[in-house]
């Protein structure tokens, strides 16, 4: 566990991981196309829509 975590840990910190995983790879590629990519529009919510909930329930 404390590996996964040390991975993790220096993924999110943008640092190179040296491993032969295929997952921590795809991760790696994954932060590398979102850092590049980034948005082109500032997110921002849009204030004239209504926010609603919808509740499902079980049928009986």
């Known amino acids: 566990m404390a590996e996964t975590d040390a991975v993790l840990e220096a993924l999110s910190l943008r640092?190179?991981?040296a491993s032969l995983d295929a997952m921590v790879g795809?991760?790696?590629?994954l932060i590398d196309d979102v850092d590049?990519?980034?948005?082109?529009v500032p997110i921002t919510p849009p204030?004239?829509?209504r926010r609603s909930s919808?509740?499902?329930?079980?049928s009986t």
């Open 15 to 17: 640092k190179p991981v």
């Open 26 to 29: 795809l991760l790696s590629a």
């Open 36 to 40: 590049q990519q980034g948005p082109s």
């Open 47 to 49: 204030t004239d829509q």
């Open 54 to 58: 919808v509740s499902i329930t079980p």
